[in-house]
T-cell receptor, first 113, second 114 residues
Framework: AQTVTQSQPEMSVQEAETVTLSCTYD???????LFWYKQPPSRQMILVIR??????QNATENRFSVNFQKAAKSFSLKISDSQLGDTAMYFC??????????FGKGTRLHILP | EAGVTQFPSHSVIEKGQTVTLRCDPI?????LYWYRRVMGKEIKFLLH????????ESGMPNNRFLAERTGGTYSTLKVQPAELEDSGVYFC????????????FGNGTRLTVT
């Protein structure tokens, strides 16, 4: 069975610092997709960044980047120059070839002023 | 474009009653997913529609849950009869028919069974 594990239930960092959220997954498939979603307090869940497993280059979206280690089945999210608006619940997600998407338990991130 | 909409936003029912949740995906999105999040726990997959067909319903907890997507447009998720452990937030999400398409989520329906 495919699983997604986020080992950090909660984290806090000071504004402007860099923070890394960890995610590992388990699958026997070779081609799949990985995502990070964020859910701000009382707001809708939105996509932060995505990565295709067949691409070696790590995805980057402005202050958000990933460290994708396929052999280790690791997909961490780095947030640079963190902002108060980054405070949210962050979910790592795995999509298999049948478009089934599985989420981790989430990491609650607090950006402190 | 209009986003994914879910109705109702909140529902409080008594154990044994029936509740029907509705999801209207983004127009043109063939993929429609239902997820549930119980307080403090992971977002658990319930099922996945491709158009009107159930692609994967392995996450449906038991036969008290029935999902439909007639005509491949909106979807309903009915819980009958509801139990206390059914409480949680039910999310619907949709995506275009491409494997790297991101999910677009609705705001969720918070179901409380008392």
């Amino acid at each position: 069975a495919q699983t997604v594990t986020q080992s950090q239930p909660e984290m806090s960092v000071q504004e402007a610092e860099t923070v890394t959220l960890s995610c590992t997954y388990d699958t026997s498939e070779s081609n799949y997709y990985l995502f990070w979603y964020k859910q701000p307090p009382s707001r809708q869940m939105i996509l932060v960044i995505r990565q295709e497993a067949y691409k070696q280059q790590n995805a980057t979206e402005n202050r958000f980047s990933v460290n994708f280690q396929k052999a280790a089945k690791s997909f961490s999210l780095k947030i640079s120059d963190s902002q108060l608006g980054d405070t949210a619940m962050y979910f790592c997600a795995f999509m298999n070839r049948d478009d089934k998407i599985i989420f981790g338990k989430g990491t609650r991130l607090h950006i402190l002023p | 474009e209009a986003g994914v909409t879910q109705f109702p936003s909140h529902s409080v029912i008594e154990k044994g009653q029936t509740v029907t949740l509705r999801c209207d995906p983004i127009s043109g999105h063939d993929n429609l997913y239902w997820y549930r999040r119980v307080m403090g726990k992971e977002i658990k997959f319930l099922l996945h529609f491709v158009k009107e067909s159930k692609q994967d319903e392995s996450g449906m907890p038991n036969n008290r849950f029935l999902a439909e997507r007639t005509g491949g447009t909106y979807s309903t998720l009915k819980v009958q009869p509801a139990e206390l452990e059914d409480s949680g937030v039910y999310f619907c999400a949709s995506s275009q028919p491409r494997s790297n398409s991101p999910l677009h989520f609705g705001n969720g329906t918070r179901l409380t069974v008392t």
